[in-house]
């Protein structure tokens, strides 16, 4: 239909993923929301999708989707979009989204644009924004065939609301042919973590390089973030130096967050991390440099020595704790 929109919904965790609550919220504030979900869900995923705004729920739970990778779920969606061709079906720039969004454009020879931040239905068609050069220009662009329309969106790029619908459900089937099933997941292995999720966290206290030291990171901002009850969060420039695991980057290359309160400790606010942080609500800023260009985009800067300031803050809030 012209304004029908499908998300291709990701349970991670055990979970219906953030993003993919987002992207229904605008699907279904643009046109009509649908999803397609396939593999192994939590018993209520449905009705989550659907208090997120899908009106109808292609829903595939054979074990096939989770034993392979990525063929099944391809064949399977090239089909669905053939058969309903909705305006426009977008994917998560994840892992999962971008493999399967990549395969369906092999398959049915459609294109597919990345890094997606904002998007309108215009005229039957798609107008893509896509936020450059860590955010300081605003491409657009939209596709020239009338065939499937991919969108691979960047995480945080809408509000999710619940707005308490309710979704019909379609049983979609697994393929049978032996030949997609090149891919076996052999082995699933969670990596445990700690406190709450940098892309779910309302408060987030990230470390660079100002802290000199893996171990003084360690000291201080795990604390501070705990007496927050937030996440901790980091910069390319100490994941590069290993005194913290890739998954706390945040940035260009890392993870995009929206916390209400960002606390940056000893970050510069160089373009590339500032791509991943700057839509936080307010931002807190701690720098011994005061023409550091993080505090151009603060809403609270503290110039001084990280090592001294830190003990204080974190002294103060156990008080008054
Ligand atoms: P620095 O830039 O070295 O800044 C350290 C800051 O600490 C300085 O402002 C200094 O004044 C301050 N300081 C020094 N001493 C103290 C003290 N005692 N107390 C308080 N402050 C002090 N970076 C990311 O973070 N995320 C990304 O995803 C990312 N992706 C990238 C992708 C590409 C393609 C490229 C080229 C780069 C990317 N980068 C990314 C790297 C980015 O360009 C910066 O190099 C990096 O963000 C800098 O990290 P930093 O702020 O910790 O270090």
New binding site residues.
Partial sequence: MADTIWVYAEVVGGAVTPTTLEMLTKAAEVGTAEAVLLGSAPADAVATLGAYGASKVYRGDDPTFDSYLMLPAIEVVASLLQAHQPAAMLFASSYAGRDVAAGLSAKLDCGAITDVGDFQLSDGNVKATIPALGGSYLATSTFTHAGPRLLLVRPKSFEPKHTGGSAVVEAVPAPADAALRKVQVVDRVDVPVEGPQLDAARAIVSG???L?SGEAFHALIPPLAELLGGAVGA????VDAGWVPYAM??????KTVKPDVYIA??????I??LA?MKQSKAIIA????PL?P?FQLSDLGIV????QILPLLIDEIRERK
């Avoid at 910069?235 to 100490?238: K, V």
């Fill in positions: 660079g390089r100002g000199k910069t390319r420039a100490i980057q945040v940035g260009q290359t890392g400790v000893g970050i510069s606010g160089a590339q991390h991943g701690i720098n011994s440099d550091a993080i001084g020595d990280a090592a």
